[in-house]
Every structure is written in C-alpha cells, then in structure tokens.
C-alpha cells in the first residue's frame, strides 16, 4: 500500500485564527472579531449556536479587549509568517492551505477597489510560499464575513452579497493568480446552517420570518456565488482547480433498529446537500422534498439552474474530525463534535472536548464521497485539539502522533481501494486559535505556539515530538508512520 507520487502533504489554518492584526492595513471587521473567549462553557455548548444581536456586536466592536476577543490578536501570523513557513518547510511541506480575509481588501465589502496594502500582504505570503516549494491552497471565505455586510444586510441572506463576493474573488484571481493554482470557495459551506452568524453574517433578530429560511436562503446565495467564481477562474486560468469544502459529519446509525437507520438517512441527506449541488450540479430531490416539507423554498432566479450545471467544482475537500451516529430515541446519550451535537458511540474514546476519535470513519467517509461523485477529493483538515505542556522547551505529545497515525493507515487504506486523493493538510499544523470557543489551549499543532488562553506568553514557536514525526511521514510519503 502506497500513496502516489506527488501526493500533497502540508497542513491548513484560517486568516482569522491565525493572523491577527485585526486593525492593520486598513483591514475592516469581520464577524469573528466579535467570537469571544469561552474558558468554562459547557463542551456542550460550543456546539450550539451564539446569538448576537445588533447591540451586543455595536458593543463588542467598541471594545478593545484582545484577551477577551482572541481572534483580533490569532498567534500574530500577520507578522511572524516568515518564521512560520520556515517551519513548515522544514517539515517538509509541499502544500499549505490559508485563507485571504475578505476585509483586508475590501474593508466593508463594498469598496470599488481592493486596498494595495492588502492585496501587498497576500503577495509576499504566496512569494514566501513559493520560494520554499510551498503551494498554495487558498479559501476565499473561511468564517469572517464583513461586519458591514452583516449589520447592513444580514450577510448572504440578501442576494446582492453575490455581486460584491464575485468582485473579491476576481481581484484574489487577477493579483495572486499566477501564484495560486488550487482555491476553495467557502470553507464548510454548510455550516451556514449550524451557525448562521460566523459563516454567513446572519443576525438572527433582523431575520424577516423564519431563520431556516434565512439560511437556506443564504446557503443557495452562496452556491451561486460559488459556480460564478468558479467560472470566473476558469476563464482567467483554466488550468486552475476550485474545490468545493464540506464539514464530513459521518453519521452511523446509533442502533440496527430501522428508524434509526432512516433517521440516519434523513441526516446524510441534508449533508450531502452542498457537494450534490457543488460537484454534482443541482439540488438533489429527495432533499427538496425534505426542505420543503418543512416550509423551506430555495429562490431560485432565472439562470441560477443553468449556471449550477454548467460550472460545478473540479474537486471535492472535506474537513474531518470525528463521527457521530443518529438515534430516534430522545435519551439518547448525546456528544459534541465539531459545530454539532450528535448521539454518542459507545466503541469510541473522546477528546476532553468531546469529539469522538474515529480513524475507521476517514476511511468511510473517503469512501462514500469518491463512490458517490467520482470527483478527486482532498483532506483539508483532520487532527486533534489536545491540551500540551511545555518543559524545558519541548512538548511530549504522543496522543497526537497516536491519532494521525490511526488516520494515515485509514487513508492509505482508502487509497489503496482506489480513491483518488489528491493530498492531505492536517489542521492545524500550528497552534491557533480556536474557532468554537476561541481557546489556544485547545491545542492542534505540530508546533506550540507560546501564548496562553488571554494572549500571555512570549509567542516564541518550539517544536513538538508531533514535529519531528510528521516530517519523517512526509519524506516516506506515508510509508514510515
Ligand atoms: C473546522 C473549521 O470546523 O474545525 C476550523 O473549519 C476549526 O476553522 C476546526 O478551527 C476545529 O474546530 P475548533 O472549534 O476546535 O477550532
């Protein structure tokens, strides 16, 4: 068993959890510098979604509480990204995946022109990527929407945002084009469902009506935008690829009982939703049905069909943390996981933070994806939020080497069975911060990052025992794990 040749190894962040520098550059606000800290939350609660009202982001954004809103500060990427890419290098990595933050160039979304010290920034990252034999993997939005797009019309709900998403998009394709050949439209497109407010600028008490309305609404808004980039992109480069990004939430039956297994059904249903119409070009049936009967429409105008069919993503990337199983009864023991509350499964161990560890449901869900739309796929985010100590400058983590291991061995094993994988990026190759409770103990990295929860710490980056391990992996392309 054998990865092929060339095959992608490197790791993912986000602009707005690892960049910080929230007011430089003439960088406008986004809805993540409103995330605030959530040291003792619940587990449970990290999974629901926040409401902010319109007083409570005026209020937030008067603030200039970086303890208490750590993605203003991230792990100072902004500044350190020399440091940081010398590192991933060293690791051996051939790609990296990160964002560009929509409101570095266009501040309120709604500027004519992009701001050169912007569009300067992300030139000399891509530059510095490049000289290192670093590709880029770039997501035009990962969970920071203009702010002033979400106050003044709940973000994507209002089909005007498609417009303004299409002009950032061909800025980020004409400026960094010759620089970036892979892109991702929106990370975890339907995330948008589970909260509203971080992935699509939704401020639940402006919604007219119904908020899953709303969301659908804003959803469809955001494959619209999606197929029209993506034509955009072909057109500028057709030798370019655009991915589309879905949360994997694999979801077994918690129970052979056969309403658990239609319960199961309806779930994968509605996650299969997003790449259906991204890959597959329109919205499937059943899922129609399955909206409409709960009195949700989908806007359809004249054309969205056509230009749905006509320009659908050329690869399929997911994130994948954790597995989940569904069960009809209402006792059900229940878990989080990432941006969900599903039903616990007795076989698996959790992390403190209650995401069930399940290497075997990679594999399925590589499985079912590639059976299901014969696209190539692409891991854009996998790994484990641990909490680490450092002594003496080093950090002992083998539960981290442990949980890529068992995931790696999956990978392979689906590789083998013939999936065409086009590369794995582990999240987060470096600490950051968190984008459910905004913690930087919540720790990913293979490298630590020192900084505690409030933003104390000298910031210095060490390499953990993951560090030495992942780059042994790489230069056997996974054949010495
Ligand atoms: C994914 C997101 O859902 O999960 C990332 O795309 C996020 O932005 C990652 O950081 C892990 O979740 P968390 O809440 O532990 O940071």
């Known amino acids: 068993m054998a990865l092929p040749e060339g095959f992608r190894w490197g790791g993912a962040v986000a602009a707005n959890q690892v960049e910080g520098a929230w007011r430089e550059g003439g960088r406008g606000p986004a ?8 040291p003792k939350a619940d587990p449970k609660e990290y999974a629901l979604h926040h409401q902010n009202t319109v007083a409570s982001i005026t209020a937030a954004l008067a603030d200039d509480d970086l303890e208490y809103y750590p993605k203003r500060r991230g792990i100072d990427f902004y500044h350190r990204y020399p440091e940081d890419l010398a590192l991933f290098a060293e690791m051996g990595f051939t790609t990296l995946r990160v964002s560009i933050a929509w409101t570095r160039l266009y501040p309120t979304g709604e500027e004519e022109q992009p701001l050169e010290e912007g569009i300067a920034y992300y030139l000399a990252l891509f530059t510095e990527m490049r000289r290192l034999g670093i590709e880029p993997l770039v997501t035009l939005s990962h969970y920071d929407p203009p702010m002033a797009l979400a106050l003044k019309h709940n973000g994507w709900v209002e089909r005007r945002t498609i417009g303004l998403f299409e002009r950032f998009a061909r800025t980020c394709f004409e400026r960094f084009g010759h ?40 959803l469809h808004h955001q494959f619209v935008a999606s197929a029209s980039v993506t034509q955009i992109l072909h057109e500028l480069y057709p030798e370019a690829q655009m991915g589309c990004m879905l949360t994997m939430l694999t979801t077994y039956p918690n129970t052979c009982h056969p309403d658990d297994v239609v319960a199961t059904q309806a779930k994968e249903r509605l996650l299969y939703l997003c790449t259906d119409v991204q890959a597959g070009g329109a919205y499937p049936r059943l899922a129609l049905n399955q ?37 009809v009864r209402e006792d059900a023991e229940r878990t989080p996981g990432n941006t969900v509350l599903g039903v616990k499964n007795p076989f698996l161990p959790s992390s403190e933070w209650g995401w069930q560890i399940d290497p075997v449901g990679l594999r399925v869900s590589l499985i079912d994806l590639y059976d299901r739309y014969g696209k190539p796929l692409f891991i854009v985010e996998n790994g484990l939020g641990m909490r680490d ?8 983590d083998p539960y981290r080497i442990d949980y890529f291991r ?67 992996v790489i230069a056997s392309n996974g054949t010495d794990l």
């Open 179 to 218: 620089l970036v050949d892979m892109w991702l439209t929106f990370n975890e497109i339907d995330g948008i469902i589970r909260h509203p407010f971080t992935s699509g600028g939704i401020i639940e008490e402006t919604v007219e009506g119904n908020l899953e309305q709303a969301c659908y609404t804003a």
């Open 406 to 472: 068992a995931h790696f061995e999956q990978m392979i094993q689906a590789v083998d069975e013939g999936v065409d994988l086009m590369g794995y990026v582990s999240w987060a190759p470096i600490d950051l911060i968190s984008a459910s409770s905004s913690q930087i103990s919540k720790r990913y990295g293979f490298i630590y990052v020192d900084q505690d929860d409030l933003g104390h710490g000298t910031g210095d980056r060490y390499r953990k025992d993951s560090f030495f391990w992942y780059q042994k």
């Open 31 to 38: 809805v993540s510098d409103v995330a605030s800290y959530k």
């Open 389 to 396: 100590e450092l002594e003496d400058g080093k950090i002992h």
């Open 291 to 327: 909206l409409q009967r709960k009195g949700v429409t989908i806007p359809f105008e004249d054309g969205d069909a056509e230009l749905l069919r006509e320009h659908p993503v050329d690869f399929i990337s997911f994130s994948y943390y954790m597995s989940m199983t569904e069960s």
